[in-house]
């Protein structure tokens, strides 16, 4: 996605690690009318799946899926990195390891809120080492719900990540990827 590309360029800064940060516009600050258009593209991308809840993880994933959702018109369900006294009942639990905070959390999600007859679309800010992706994988098939497929907005292309979504046979759409960056320069996957 040309949009995203430029905005990248434009306000992103690479930090040692292959850390890229984008929160001027993606996951600290928000820029509601440009996440607008990743929400249509995301919608366009997936027209042709009958999706009916969006699955996401805390926390910088959820404003996105957010404005994805009212093109889908549909409810936005995200796992939580930390129990917490009002979660009750049966939950679905996995392990993600966080690429970017080097910790692994035990995430959950309440049962009642996936189900067998949900077709979900995954939604999330990053795709690098593919772990929390993977979590939110294992927590749908856990569920018995479909997994229609994962809409990334950044794929760091030169991680293992989209490869190990994709040879697990998902419908994963990044809507730009990162061949490689260094401290000056970010080169996309044309």
Known sequence: MRLLEERILKDGVVKPGNILKVDSFLNHQMDIPFINELGKEFKRLFADKPINKILTIEASGIGIA??????FNCPVVFAKKAQSVNLDGDMYTTKVESFTHKKVYDVILAKR??????????????????????GL???????????????????????????????????LESLAIIDSMTDNSVIFRS
């Open 137 to 171: 994988i294992d927590i749908v098939k856990k569920s018995g719900a479909t997994i229609e497929g994962a809409g990334i907005v950044i794929e760091k292309g030169f991680q293992e990540g989209g490869q190990r979504i994709r040879d697990l046979g998902i419908h």
């Open 66 to 71: 957010c404005i994805a959702a009212q093109y």
């Open 113 to 134: 809120y996936l189900t067998p007859e949900d077709h979900v679309l995954i939604i999330d800010d990053f795709l690098a080492n593919g772990c929390a992706l993977l």
